[in-house]
């Protein structure tokens, strides 16, 4: 009894399984390449998520924290914003490309370079990353609530009763849970239904941010106090000589590490473009830009707080501490809770797109390809949702400082996962994938390798990690101490890992090469790529074309 009990649970859980293709594994509709009617993203599309999900919202704003506290100056952490980000587009169009052209997200690109059970290993470290960042970035939406609250009833920042050993108050856990609550019904919500929500937030967020900004600058009467003396101010010494040359690097690094989660998942949305090429220039442009004016914008407005607010003990980073400070020191005026007010519902708007799409959907997309029989994206995102409560940001953010720097440091560590997909992908299969045997879970599979294990990747990761961890442990032990050699490795740790990993992986094919590295299908048996007989397209007329070109593309 007990055991048809579960098993009709069991079916009752179970993910209607897409039965139209002769692969053994169980396919479902979120883990099957995307067919040209669910492909709805073109070029402003991209423009548009990369507003919301990767600089204007609360983590863009503080990106100067980071850069200033390594000793670098106002113009000098500008300047490593906008080489990163720079760098940082170019990146993000390599790990968009498998998902642009052959419409896959990036479990099933990890198989190709992991294998069929290797993959799971760079997607268990996702899942783990986006339970952490949906954990920490829906505290801020809730500090965001929080200060919106407070501007309609000031009396709310006074329900002050110490909860959780004292990280966090009444208000704090009210704010929490209505921001969870209101973000919870997104999730319902399809990734390729998510332009009109990107759109919203990005009309609702941009003008705010730059009203901010002009609102600053006129009641300062101009930049403010950090960016004319930056030691005195922060309290951080100014890093001078070959040590400057050194801090640059590490602001580099930083500024790529707080976006590399992204970079990383780049495949999970350029597979909904409609062409493959829709990707490019969104992000060359939009990367970089977006990232260059919300870090400037955060240091001024930051700027303008310490001279605007001396009483302040400390400088006001988050968006959410600048508005709460405006609101305070106006006295509660009806004018400062008002724009206070409307700034507060733009940034969770931003904080509703970064939370749900950046964060909760890439955790449901490893979870669907890890458990196809049980998870869709919808299920996988409610389930990150429900995980915040476990992870408690309230600690992690008020208490568990060493925590948070190794996972911040960590974000560092995806340069050699990088490089080891980039140089598969990119070097030795010239872009080709043979999508059939990305869903064949047997020793069938060209990607089967050994026992479902292409082991080169594995030891080509180890191999460009180790020489980081040392570095990375002091600092996490001493954050202020330089370990010459190590420390400095440590503080090109995304480069470093990136190109030494990648090197490796490419001699060990070399050593031991793999077989059917350039093979593909010979029939669109998903449907992915229109109603076509061929790869090669014998039967091409001019209603499809658009379609047919990521089959045959070398780019």
Known sequence: MTMSYLKRVRQLLEVTRDTDTEVNSYINK?????????????PWSFVALWMVTGSFNVGGWTTGSTLISLGLNVWQSMLAVILSQT???????LGGHPGAKWHIGFPFWMRAVWGSYGAYFPMANRVFLSFIYTATNTWYGGQCVKVLLTAIWPSFQNIGHELAGGTMTTADFVAFIVFL?????????????????????????VPT????????????????????????????????GSLLGWKMMAGITASIGGIATHMFSQSDYTRYARKPKDQYLAQLIMVPLGAIIVAAVGIVCTSCAAQLYPETTKLLWQPYAFLSAVQKYNNNSHRSRAGVAFASISF???????????????????????????????????????????????QLLNSASIFLTVVGGYASFLGPFMGVQFADYFLLRQQNLKLTDLYEMSPKSIYWYSRGVNWRAPVAFVLGLWMLLPGFAEHVRQPTK??????????????????????????????????HKGEIDDQDYFGTFTEIETLEGSSRDSGVEEMVEPISMKV
């Not at 883990?31 to 073109?42: A, D, F, I, K, V």
């Not at 990734?191 to 919203?200: G, K, S």
């Not at 997309?365 to 196809?372: H, Q, R, S, T, V």
């Open 181 to 205: 609550v209101a973000c919870t019904p997104m999730m319902w919500i399809s990734p390729e239904r998510f332009r009109l929500p990107f759109l919203i937030s990005c009309i609702a967020v």
């Open 482 to 515: 330089i370990w010459n050699g190590w420390t400095h490795m440590y503080w090109i740790a995304w480069f470093l890992g990136c190109f030494v990993s990648g090197g490796i992986y490419v001699i060990l094919d070399f050593v031991f090469p793999m077989q």
């Open 30 to 42: 979120d883990t099957r390449p995307l067919p040209p009617s669910r492909r709805t993203y073109g």
């Open 209 to 240: 941010v730059l009203t901010l900004l002009i609102w600053s600058m006129a009641e300062a009467g101009g930049g403010g106090s950090l960016i004319a003396d930056m030691s005195t101010v922060s309290g951080v010494k100014q890093a001078t």
């Open 87 to 93: 760098f940082v587009g170019f990146v993000c169009i």
């Open 348 to 394: 969770i708007f931003s904080q509703f797109g970064i939370v749900v799409a950046s964060n909760a959907v890439v955790a449901g997309i490893d979870l669907a390809a890890i458990f196809p029989r049980y998870f869709t994206i919808r299920r996988g995102g409610y389930l990150t949702v429900l995980f915040v409560f476990i992870m408690q940001p309230w």
